[in-house]
C-alpha cells in the first residue's frame, strides 16, 4: 500500500513538472522588429521574401504597431498570418521604437563611387558627358558614424554625377555636406529624452503637415498606407532637400511625449513659374546642381521652421497635435518671381492633428492640418485624411480613404497620399476589398476617384481621374508564388490607359530565388503596346557573407505607346528607377561580400542597350565600401 501511495504521489510530482515545462514552451512568441527577422527565418515562421520585405519596410522608418498590419505587408495568406499570431507579437510602442541599436563604441565608415557612365557605340568606348554639366561625370558619397553609450555623431560629404567637385557660388566647398549629434537618455523615466542637433528629419502624423523623409508610396492595401510616425531622428541619407537642420528634441511628461523643433538652412528653390499645377510642398527642388540653371538655384531659399508638438502613444493607439510655424526668404535674382507678396517672404502658421488605432476589428488613420490665413476660409487653406480598414473575418477585409487638400494648402515638408511627388490640391476616395477566396488565393480590389478643382493652366492638366485595379495573388506553398494585377485608369478628355503585370516566384532554397515578371501597358482604343519582361536571380542569405543578385530585361516600348518604368531594388545600392523607352535590354547586377576584419564591399554593374540603326550601349559601374571599427 505505502508502494502505491508512492507511485501516485511521484506521478503527481512528475505531471507537475511536465506542466511546468511545457507551458513556458507553448507561450513564447518572438517580436515582430527588425532584429529578430533572422530568428523567424531560422524558425520557419516567415518566408525569406517575407523577411526580406520587412527588412525594407523597417528600413524606411516602418513600425509594426498591431499584427492586423501583417496582412498588408508579408505576401503569406491571410489564413497563414492567422496562425503566426500565436507566435508573434507586436512590441510595446513607447520609446523603445526611437532608440537606436548601438554598441559600446561604434564607429563607421562608408564610402560609395558611382563610376561614370560609359557608352559602347560603332566609334568605341567613351564617357557619357553632357556637354551642359560642369563637374565629372561621377558620383560619390562618404559617411561617418560614431556612436558611444548615449551619444551619436555622423557626417557625410557628397557630389552627384556632372556636379564640380568644389562650388563656388552662393557658397564654397562641397555641393552636399552635412552633420549631425543625438543624445538619446538612458534612464526613460528622466523628462528630456532625447536631443538632436545638426541636420534630422521628423516624422509626424500621416505625412500631411511634416514628413521629411520619403514614404512608401501608394499600394493595393490601405494598411501599407498608413504610416508609422518615428518623431525625430537624425539624417545621413541621400536626398539633399528633403531634411532639416538646427535643433530638435523630446521631453516625456507623464504619459505624452513633447516634440519641439527649430530650423534654419538655405535651401534649393524653383520659380514658381516653373510648375504649372499646385503643389503643396512649395520649395522641393531635385537637388542636382549640374548646369548653370541648376546651380542659380542652389541655396537661394532662407527657410525657417519652428514647432512644438504632444502626443501620446500606446501599444493600440496614438494621438497627437502640432503647432508649425515655417517662413521662406528668397535671395538674388529669385525674389522677383518666386512669391508673391511684396515683401518676398512666404510665412505663415499651420496647426495640425492626427490619430491612429485598432478598435475592435477597425483600423483607423486621420489628420486634419491646417494653415491659419486671414485671406482665405478654412476650407480652401485646410487638407484631411481620413481611412479605416475593417475586418468582417480573417478572410475578408474592406477598406474606405477619402483625401480632401485645400487649393491654398501650403506645407514645406509634406509627404501625403497623393498621386504627385509633391502633393497636390485634390480631392480623392479609395475603395478597397481584400478577400481570401481559398487556402492560397487572394482577391484584392480597388477603385480610386480623383479630382483636381485648382489649376494654374487646367488645359495641360485632367480635372478628374478614375483608376480600377485588381490584383489575384496565388501562394500554393511558400516556395511558389504567383500574383497578376490588371488596372485601368480613366482620363478626363483622355483615352483610357489599360495596364497589366504578371510576376511568377520560385524559391528554390530560403536563400535562393528565381523571379519573372510581364508588364504591358497601352491606350485604348489598342493602338500602340509597351512590353517588358524581367528576370532576377538573387542569392541572399540574411547571415552569409558573400550574397549576390542579377536582374535581366527585354523592353518594347514605341513611340507614341506609354513609358514604362523598373524598379530594381538592388543589394547594398537600394531601388534604382529606370526609364524605358524605345527597344532594348539591360542586364543589372550587385554583390555584397562580409569580411572578418568587419570590412563589407558592394558592387553594382549596370548594362543598358538600346536597339537602333546605331546601337548603343550603356555601361554603369558603382562600388561600395564600409568598415566598421
Known amino acids: 500500500m505505502r508502494l502505491c501511495y508512492f507511485f501516485i504521489l511521484m506521478t503527481i510530482q512528475l505531471v507537475a513538472r511536465a506542466q511546468l515545462h511545457v507551458l513556458p514552451m507553448e507561450q513564447v512568441t518572438i517580436p515582430v522588429v527588425a532584429s529578430e527577422l533572422e530568428n523567424l527565418v531560422a524558425s520557419q515562421l516567415i518566408s525569406q521574401q517575407d523577411a526580406q520585405q520587412l527588412s525594407l519596410f523597417f528600413e524606411r522608418g516602418g513600425t509594426v504597431q498591431q499584427l492586423f498590419q501583417l496582412q498588408g505587408l508579408l505576401l503569406s495568406d491571410l489564413s497563414t498570418v492567422v496562425e503566426l499570431c500565436t507566435h508573434l507579437f507586436a512590441p510595446i510602442s513607447k520609446r523603445k521604437q526611437q532608440h537606436f541599436s548601438w554598441s559600446t563604441s561604434d564607429l563607421r565608415y562608408e564610402v560609395q563611387f558611382n563610376f561614370p557612365q560609359l557608352i559602347i557605340s560603332q566609334q568605341g568606348l567613351s564617357i557619357l558627358k553632357d556637354s551642359t554639366h560642369l563637374g565629372p561625370a561621377f558620383a560619390c558619397q562618404q559617411r561617418l558614424s560614431l556612436s558611444a553609450q548615449s551619444w551619436r555623431f555622423g557626417a557625410q560629404l557628397a557630389k552627384d554625377a556632372g556636379e564640380p567637385i568644389w562650388q563656388q557660388q552662393p557658397s564654397k566647398g562641397i555641393d552636399f555636406m552635412s552633420a549631425y549629434a543625438t543624445w538619446l537618455n538612458p534612464n526613460q523615466n528622466k523628462v528630456l529624452q532625447k536631443m538632436t542637433a545638426g541636420a534630422y528629419q521628423v516624422q509626424w502624423g500621416q505625412g500631411l503637415q511634416l514628413w521629411s523623409s520619403r514614404g512608401l508610396g501608394k499600394s493595393i492595401d490601405l494598411l501599407q498606407l498608413a504610416k508609422n510616425p518615428l518623431g525625430i531622428k537624425p539624417y545621413q541619407g541621400r536626398d539633399e532637400q528633403r531634411f532639416l537642420q538646427g535643433v530638435a528634441g523630446a521631453l516625456h511628461i507623464a504619459h505624452f511625449e513633447l516634440l519641439y523643433l527649430a530650423s534654419f538652412k538655405y535651401n534649393d528653390l524653383r520659380p514658381q513659374l516653373d510648375t504649372l499645377q499646385e503643389e503643396i510642398n512649395f520649395s522641393y527642388t531635385s537637388g542636382l546642381h549640374r548646369t548653370p ?197 480613366s482620363l478626363e478628355h483622355q483615352r483610357a490607359q489599360l495596364r497589366s503585370s504578371l510576376t511568377a516566384e520560385l524559391k528554390i532554397s530560403e536563400s535562393e530565388s528565381i523571379c519573372a515578371s510581364v508588364q504591358f501597358n497601352t491606350i485604348l482604343p489598342v493602338q500602340s503596346l509597351s512590353r517588358h519582361v524581367e528576370l532576377s536571380w538573387q542569392h541572399a542569405p540574411l547571415s552569409s557573407v558573400f550574397r549576390f543578385e542579377f536582374i535581366y530585361g527585354l523592353y518594347q516600348v514605341p513611340a507614341n505607346a506609354p513609358l514604362l518604368y523598373s524598379y530594381p531594388y538592388l543589394l547594398g545600392f537600394g531601388a534604382q528607377t529606370m526609364l524605358l523607352n524605345g527597344i532594348g535590354s539591360y542586364l543589372n547586377g550587385a554583390m555584397k561580400i562580409s569580411f572578418e576584419s568587419d570590412w563589407q564591399l558592394g558592387i553594382m554593374v549596370g548594362c543598358k542597350q538600346a536597339l537602333s540603326p546605331t546601337s548603343v550601349q550603356k555601361i554603369q559601374g558603382a562600388i561600395r565600401l564600409q568598415k566598421q571599427f
Open 293 to 489: 540653371s541648376e546651380i542659380a538655384k542652389r541655396k537661394q531659399g532662407q527657410e525657417q521652421l519652428y514647432g512644438i508638438g504632444l502626443r501620446r502613444k500606446t501599444n493600440l493607439w496614438q494621438y497627437g497635435m502640432l503647432v508649425l510655424y515655417q517662413e521662406l526668404k528668397g535671395r538674388s535674382f529669385l525674389d522677383t518671381i518666386l512669391t508673391p507678396s511684396p515683401s518676398n517672404k512666404l510665412a505663415f502658421w499651420s496647426l495640425g492633428a492626427y490619430a491612429q488605432g485598432t478598435w475592435r476589428q477597425f483600423y483607423y488613420y486621420a489628420e486634419c492640418a491646417a494653415v491659419l490665413d486671414k485671406e482665405h476660409s478654412f476650407y480652401q487653406s485646410s487638407a484631411c485624411n481620413l481611412a479605416f480598414v475593417y475586418h468582417l473575418d480573417s478572410k475578408l477585409e474592406l477598406g474606405l480613404h477619402l483625401r480632401n487638400y485645400g487649393p491654398f494648402y501650403r506645407a514645406f515638408y509634406a509627404n501625403p497620399i497623393s498621386n504627385t511627388t509633391s502633393g497636390a490640391n485634390e480631392r480623392g476616395c479609395i475603395f478597397q476589398l481584400k478577400w481570401q477566396l481559398q487556402k492560397a488565393l487572394v482577391l484584392k480590389l480597388s477603385t480610386e476617384y480623383l479630382n483636381i478643382p485648382h489649376l494654374i493652366n487646367a488645359q495641360q492638366f485632367p480635372r478628374s481621374m478614375s483608376e480600377q485595379r485588381i490584383l489575384i495573388h496565388f501562394q500554393p506553398s511558400k516556395k511558389r508564388v504567383l500574383s497578376a494585377q490588371l488596372a485601368c485608369r
